[in-house]
């Protein structure tokens, strides 16, 4: 079945940096576009970055452009999200998926504080 395990999160410093890993597994991963969400608390899910089957094009939320990279490994069937200068904002679960598939993973907690 569908599954996908998010790893990486942790508390850091604001200013500070995190990767976060999501393996996949269930489905032909190199045929999805695939992208990270997040979800703070109290707030509804939110789009944060996206890449396209081959890896040739990402977009971002507005809020991350230029802090967050996004990038794929078909062979590893892994996708990840490069996190630099964080924000106390950028707090949240983060998941990732894959563009029409509805199931998630349980996420990882990302927390910036100083």
């Known amino acids: 079945q569908v599954q996908f395990v998010e790893s990486g999160g942790g508390l850091v410093q604001p200013g500070g940096s995190l990767r976060l890993s999501c393996a996949a597994s269930?489905?032909?991963?190199?045929?999805?576009?695939m992208s990270w969400y997040r979800q703070a608390p109290g707030k509804e899910r939110e789009l944060v970055a996206g890449?396209?089957?081959?890896?040739?094009?990402?977009n971002y939320a507005d809020s991350v452009k230029g802090r967050f990279i996004i990038s794929r490994d078909n062979a590893k069937r892994m996708v990840y999200l490069q996190m630099n200068s964080l924000k106390p904002e950028d707090t949240a679960v983060y998941y990732c998926?894959?563009?029409?598939?509805?199931?998630w993973g349980q996420g990882t907690q990302v927390t910036v504080s100083s």
């Open positions: 890449i396209t089957t081959l890896g040739g094009s990402t």
């Open positions: 998926k894959a563009d029409g598939q509805s199931i």
């Open positions: 269930g489905f032909t991963f190199s045929t999805y576009a």
